[in-house]
């Protein structure tokens, strides 16, 4: 998958190039650089609250992860498996970028998450603001 020059810039920047290219969810695609995703292994191992919880989505992110790195061209090797799961397979993603992890959205997906968004936007940016958002 061809990446934005944005995040081409993103990741080209950082000290390590390796990444993580998984879903914790099965139906968002994440791409993390190689030491947030250390962190991520470093939490499912040490998550006492609910281990049963951490086994099963660190299991979904084993079972459809692959470690990757961008090319010269900009591109990252997702697995046909995590394609597959996602349905991204030759089909239109969105990409966006939350706490230094890229997203991947299959267009259905997003199409539900912006009309989820657009029930209440101006009481949700409302709420946020009231607890410390900056607008």
Known sequence: MKFPTVFQEYLAALPEKKLFVTSLDRHIAQVYPIAVWRQ???FFDTYREDPDLAEKVAFNAA???SEA???SQGRIVFSPELR???GIENQPVHLQSFNGVIQV???DLYQEMKQQSSQTPRQDV???QRAGLKV
């Open 40 to 42: 991520n292994e470093d």
């Open 63 to 65: 079972d459809l992860g």
């Open 69 to 71: 790195e961008m090319d």
């Open 84 to 86: 597959r799961e996602l």
């Open 105 to 107: 959205l299959s267009e």
């Open 126 to 128: 409302k709420k946020l």
